[in-house]
């Protein structure tokens, strides 16, 4: 059983396109994490997010924490073919040891 | 610097075989993980090393499933009597231990295939 779920699983858009992406759980985390994975390689994070209800912005994308801390959302807005690959949600447990990764989105942007 | 190296990048084996893979983390990073992937999936983790503690084993599926690392440096995964369901790629990662923000650095995985 997972601890953290993400959905969709898939994903395949147009290039211009805006969509999100959620991890949902159960349970409470200190902290969490999206990484983005490209075939062939190992994941790269992209945001932290610590603070219930925090909202980052990193370009196009936009990350938020949800107030509880237990789930969170990646949204991006006019997606480009260069965004496609695996999105990964992983959340920190309160020891910060141990990561809980998401089962992943897969992202394909059409040109 | 170098980043999170991983060696084979591929292996395939025959069933019943054993397999060492190896991970040569960050210079000065005290955390180390190792994580299974199967195929489009999400990350299934299998064990964690911090410093001289011992290490969280919680997640190898099997006693065919060892790891070791030597001091806070290169770390083996080792599995024994390969099964065709063992067939994923390997993912090593590791990170400095702070309280928040940790960061994982990942090496590009060592793709197993049992056959």
């Known amino acids: 059983t997972q601890l953290l779920e993400q959905s969709p699983q898939f994903l395949s858009i147009q290039e211009g396109e805006n969509l999100t992406v959620y991890c949902n759980s159960s349970?409470?985390?200190?902290?969490l994490q999206w990484y983005r994975q490209e075939p062939g390689e190992g994941p790269v994070l992209l945001v932290t997010v610590v603070t219930g209800g925090e909202v980052k912005k990193l370009k196009r994308l936009t990350f938020q924490f949800g107030d509880a801390r237990k789930d969170s959302s990646l949204h991006i807005t006019a997606a480009q073919p260069g965004d496609t690959g695996l999105y990964l949600c992983?959340?920190?447990?309160?020891?910060?040891?141990?990561?809980?990764f998401g089962s992943g989105t897969k992202l394909n942007v059409k040109p | 610097g170098a980043g999170v190296s991983q060696s084979p990048s591929n292996k395939v084996t025959e069933k019943g075989k054993d397999v060492e893979l190896r991970c040569d983390p960050i210079s000065g990073h005290t955390a180390l993980y190792w994580y299974r992937q199967r195929l489009g999936q999400g990350l299934e983790f299998l064990i964690y090393f911090q410093g001289n503690s011992a290490p969280d084993k919680s997640g190898l599926p099997s006693d065919r499933f060892s790891a070791e690392r030597t001091g806070e440096s290169v770390s083996t995964l080792t599995i024994q009597r390969t099964q065709q369901e063992d067939s994923a790629v390997y993912l090593c990662?590791?990170?400095?231990?702070?309280?928040?923000?940790?960061?994982?650095?990942f090496g590009p995985g060592t793709r197993l295939t049992v056959t």
């Open positions: 349970s409470v985390f200190s902290s």
């Open positions: 992983a959340g920190i447990a309160y020891n910060f040891n141990k990561f809980y």
């Open positions: 990662a590791s990170s400095l231990l702070r309280q928040l923000g940790n960061e994982q650095y």
